[in-house]
Nanobody, 115 residues
Framework: QVQLVESGGGLVQPGGSLRLSCSISGFNFRIYTMGWYRQTPENKRELVASISSGGEIYYVEDSVKGRFAISRDDAKNTTYLQMNSLRPEDTAVYYC????????WGQGTQVTVSS
């Protein structure tokens, strides 16, 4: 049974940092490109960053370049998203999934950037 469990979100002031984690089980994590997605308050879901099975960074969304970094630990079946210099427009629910994504999705982790 596929499970994706995101954690690490919270309320942070503009300019702050958070590190999101996504623990994965139920499929062979090592062979998949993984991505972090976010769903904004306007209900738009977008890909934020992706990382190949070999650890190559495939994609970083323009608005987060230089601020967010995706990584993975295959020994722990976990992918991470380090988020620095957070802005109010980064407020969203963040999810991890394969690329291309497939059901099921995890519950996500809420990130709120506000003073």
């Amino acid at each position: 049974q596929v499970q994706l469990v995101e954690s690490g979100g919270g309320l942070v002031q503009p300019g702050g940092s958070l590190r999101l984690s996504c623990s994965i089980s139920g499929f062979n994590f090592r062979i998949y490109t993984m991505g972090w997605y976010r769903q904004t308050p306007e209900n738009k879901r977008e890909l934020v960053a992706s990382i190949s099975s070999g650890g190559e960074i495939y994609y970083v969304e323009d608005s987060v370049k230089g601020r967010f970094a995706i990584s993975r630990d295959d020994a722990k079946n976990t992918t991470y998203l380090q988020m620095n210099s957070l802005r109010p427009e980064d407020t969203a629910v963040y999810y991890c999934n394969k690329l291309p994504f497939s059901a099921p999705w995890g519950q996500g982790t809420q990130v709120t950037v506000s003073s």
